[in-house]
């Protein structure tokens, strides 16, 4: 099975910018996609952004379309989160998830805090 370790996240004012990692070790060759999921203090998980493991197809949340951006560098099997434009509505731990032969898996997660 492949892990999952997830970094970046940090307390940014409104208006800014982060880029969350996250580290696949293990298992990668049967990875179907790679995903961005959330969840607010209070609230349900939700998934955020989405990317085959071959980069071919990607999904976004509405709310963050246009200013969230998903990438991997292949060669690191690294799986990035670029997001822009942040508002205290993102503030929320992260978690990378994989699905592998049927599997969903998770990271530990990691924090942002978006102050106004």
């Known amino acids: 099975q492949v892990q999952l370790k997830e970094s970046g996240g940090r307390a940014v004012q409104a208006g800014g910018s982060l880029r969350l990692s996250c580290d696949a070790s293990?298992?990668?060759?049967?990875?179907?996609?790679m995903d961005w999921f959330r969840q607010a203090p209070g609230k349900e998980r939700e998934s955020v952004a989405s990317?085959?493991?071959?980069?071919?197809?990607?999904y976004y949340r509405e709310s963050v379309r246009g200013r969230f951006t998903v990438s991997k560098d292949s060669g690191r099997n690294r799986l990035y989160l670029q997001m822009n434009t942040l508002t205290p509505e993102d503030t929320a731990t992260f978690y990378c998830?994989?699905?592998?032969?049927?599997?969903?898996?998770w990271g530990q997660g990691t924090q942002v805090a978006v102050s106004s």
């Open positions: 990317m085959t493991w071959t980069g071919a197809m990607t």
């Open positions: 293990g298992r990668t060759d049967n990875i179907y996609t």
């Open positions: 998830v994989a699905k592998q032969a049927g599997e969903y898996l």
